[in-house]
Nanobody, 126 residues
């Protein structure tokens, strides 16, 4: 199983920016697809952004379109989420996720992913 470690979370004022990073190790492969999710306690884990395995196609949930950008550095097994124009409603724990069978378009349901990081807290103050 792939091991994932997120970093880059923190406290930021509304309108500010953060970049989350996810380091992947273990049996990574080019056909793996990756994504960022977020979760509020008591709610279902929500896909924020996802990539297909080639990194050529992306998915964004409506609330972050135009503000967040997902990217991948396969050479270094790193996944990123650049978050701009942050809003208080973006406050959540953010998780990196990996899907072994990465064929097809980006997937946005948490059940499609096999491995998860421990999460990093993002807090946006108003």
């Amino acid at each position: 199983q792939v091991q994932l470690v997120e970093s880059g979370g923190g406290l930021v004022q509304a309108g500010g920016s953060l970049m989350l990073s996810c380091a992947a190790s273990g049996p990574t492969a080019n056909r793996h697809a990756m994504a960022w999710f977020r979760q509020t306690p008591g709610k279902e884990r929500e896909c924020v952004a996802a990539l297909n395995w080639k990194g050529s196609s992306s998915y964004y949930t409506d609330s972050v379109k135009g503000r967040f950008t997902i990217s991948i550095d396969r050479a270094n097994n790193m996944l990123y989420l650049q978050m701009n124009s942050l809003k208080p409603e973006d406050t959540d724990v953010y998780y990196c996720a990996d899907r072994t069978d990465g064929l097809g378009p980006p997937r946005s349901h948490y059940s499609d992913y096999d491995s998860w990081g421990q999460g990093t807290q993002v807090t946006v103050s108003s």
